[in-house]
């Protein structure tokens, strides 16, 4: 059978699919192939029509600089706001959806004019919702970094620190959201940006869901993507801030895994899998994953919504919140992260407006020797990248040694004069994952330069220059990833533990060799964050291991302070008071929330008498089986009555003790 690849995230596709379930990019049919509904997406001859008609809309506004992306609900350019001297992300939704009727574009409207008045650091704002005849597009900040899907695609499975910071961030954006009325509806790995300040930020927020909006609801039409939407979302059924959640524990997963919990090439496998099937426990795929952060990560992709965290604040409560300095290495590694894509040189290349429109200061152009001293203030470690360019092993291969007597002549033979500027240039990102990021840049015609002073240009860099900018930036990296490597040694990492980094260090020196040098740079990354993590470990073992032994405290039997825990919560509820049942219990559901709140209204007075019948501790995991009494008066019958009970209880070890983590 034919397959092809999702353009956007290179996830393979079986014939006649009509767009990605992972990422919900649309898939062009076929020649000759019969399309029976209408693609949301647009193919790239459409798409430059849709560039003119943004520009003819926004003329006197905004300038268009290029494409930065385009989905299977919209495309976003970058733009240049003349009036503000910034710049900007423009959305442009697919026409397609215009197509749907007055109500859906009214919706989308009203809904992303609410989410625009969101004001959160984790949330990229939107400026402006406008529609034109034929085009409607939403104005937003720029944000420099990389989309979360790039990075889980390059790096793989991510440090449990970077995780619980990214989910941290991302939930406190989800929680402000949710409590102003507004529901994201496509959280997923894309929608999340890794900006270059080293902090995460939450996107597309024009297709969120306000609660309670009247009038504008259409049935029958789901919005998201297939690999992340919940169950609910799936079933076209009404979504609440639950709904998110379950979207962004597939995110954590991700991010954790290194994979999906459901994947595959069919959208309606995909969703039937989140309708039946269970995720492979987390610590089975990720065995140094903390239980607490595991067992809360399963329980966002609980299939019904009551049985989810009551709230995103639960959620990052239980997952842990690190404490980010300004020179906190996860902080430094968010950002080399965010640096490492192909966005940060489309923008330097448009750092200056090109209007025709005369602005209040005079406009400086950049010339080819500040782009590079750009690069390496960026980089920095000029030294370092100096010495190991030379010692670098792709740096003599294929070149040949220069005949005796040759070097003065190579020294002072003026350089060759670069090749003519192209009438159009097409920039294209050179890393495959980024592909869809494409820079359409038209220079001013070139002039015939005179013999004496010629003119500043902002041209394209000649090959040569290029070339040796990007063995520079590769240089650097592997300079940094060289000393992750020493200090993981100076930390006693063994030699098992630095082999991996050590097998991808010669992968990307073999990809150097091979001319793939942005494919190098990625896999350099890869690198330092490897060994970043192998000296964590390794110093972490080493203060366990010289900790004297006598000083040791036994390890007492749990049981005592489990029955303690269950003994709290017995307590709890003979209070009849729902907020001290939900300090006793923090995980506490919406469902079980209100049963015990119709018991409370029910009885005059409560005893409750549980027993820990049965106990499986598992390091910091701990499952119970506990039966006992519910002993209440009636206040309907004016009778005494006894009510037998056993629940399974799941408990998790921190350093303040104990907790009860959830009820079955």
Sequence with gaps: MDTVSCARCGTSLGSGALFCPRCGTSIPPA??????????????????????????????????????GHGGMATVYLAHDIALDR????????????????????????????????SHPHIIPIFAVKQREHIMYFVMKYVQGRPLDAVVHDVGRLAIPLVQTILAQVGDALGYAHRHGVIHRDIKSANIMIDEEGSAVVTDFGIAKVQEAEGLTMTGVTVGTPAYMSPEQCATCEVSGASDQYSLGVVAYEMLTGHLPFQSNSSMTVMYAHFNERPVDITRLRPDCPPNLAAAVMQML??????????????????????????????????????????????????????????????????????????????????????????????FVGVAPPPPGAVDTAVTAP??????????????????????????VTPPAPRRPAPANPPRTDSVLPPAVAARQEDSVLTSLRATALAAMRRAIGARATAAELGRGDTMLRGADSLATAGRLSEAMMRMVAVTSLWNETERLARARAARDTAPSAAAPAVPD???????????????????????????????TAAQ???????????????????????????????ATVSGIYEFDNTTTGRLERRPVTFHATLVADPSGWRLSAIH
Excluded at 33 to 40: C, D, G, K, Q, W
Excluded at 374 to 379: A, D, G, Y
Excluded at 605 to 623: E, H, W
Aim: hydrophobic share 45%; with cysteine.
């Design 87 to 118: 710049k900007v992300a423009i959305k442009v939704l697919a026409p397609a959806l215009l197509l749907m009727g007055e109500g859906m574009v009214e919706r989308f409207k009203r809904e992303a004019r609410t989410a625009a008045a969101l």
């Design 302 to 395: 609980e299939k019904e919504p009551e049985e989810r965290w009551p709230t995103m604040d639960d959620v990052v409560a239980v997952c842990g919140r690190p404490s980010l300095r300004h020179d906190d290495p996860i902080r430094s590694e968010m950002i080399t992260l965010a640096k490492a894509g192909g966005q940060s040189e489309l923008v330097a290349a448009m750092n200056v407006p090109t209007s025709p429109i005369a602005l209040a200061k005079s406009r400086r152009l950049v010339t080819a020797p500040r782009r590079v001293a750009r690069w390496w203030l960026v980089l920095g470690a000029v030294g370092s990248a100096a010495l190991l360019w030379w010692a670098a092993p792709w740096r």
């Design 415 to 440: 350089p060759a004069a670069p090749p003519p500027a192209p009438v159009a240039a097409d920039t294209t990102a050179r890393r495959p994952r980024e592909s869809r990021v494409t820079a359409r």
């Design 31 to 68: 020649r000759g192939e019969a399309v029976t509904t209408i693609p949301l997406g647009q193919p790239a001859d459409a798409r430059g029509t849709l560039a003119d008609a943004l520009r003819h809309a926004t003329l006197g506004e905004y300038e268009i600089l290029a494409e930065l």
């Design 593 to 623: 929330q209100q049963g015990w709140a119709d018991l409370f209204r029910a009885a005059r007075t409560l005893k409750a008498s549980l027993t820990v019948t049965a106990l499986d501790v598992r390091g910091s995991l701990a499952d």
């Design 558 to 588: 749990p049981r005592g302070a489990i029955e303690s825990v269950i003994a709290a919560y017995g307590g709890a509820l003979e209070t009849r008071d729902i907020g001290k049942v939900r300090l006793a219990y923090p995980g506490l």
